[in-house]
């Protein structure tokens, strides 16, 4: 009789193997037919999601720190773009007012 490997994963237990002769095509809650993968150090199954993901604590704080990191990378994007806007804008109004209308009107216009 032939023997299948899954994987149990729910809250209560993240992750553990399971041998059965019942063989499996799909996942049904708690079982995965797809292996984590090895790099998980303590791997859980996001249902939502349909993934395996990291439930180590120390990873977790990794991945915190890797999002703060984006997040800077992010303002200081968000940043540029709006002194890019803020330049375009300058330059609109310096033009505008070239042609002789009241500057007042081009910034009212430009909001």
């Given at each position: ?20 002769t019942?063989?499996y ?25 349909g993934?395996?993901i990291e ?28 002194a ?28």
């Amino acid at each position: 009789m032939q023997q299948y490997n899954y994987y149990f994963s729910n809250d209560s237990v993240p992750f553990d193997t399971i041998t059965t002769t019942h063989e499996y095509k799909e996942n049904h809650y708690p079982i995965v037919v797809t292996q984590p993968d090895p790099s998980l150090k303590e791997p859980k199954y996001d249902w939502a999601k349909g993934t395996w993901i990291e439930n180590a604590a120390e990873s977790q704080g990794e991945k915190i720190h890797a999002l703060q990191e984006e997040i800077k990378r992010l303002q200081g994007i968000v940043a540029k773009v709006d002194a890019i806007a803020q330049s375009q804008k300058m330059l609109a109004t310096l033009s505008l007012t070239k042609k002789g209308e009241n500057t007042n009107d081009v910034n009212r216009r430009a909001l």
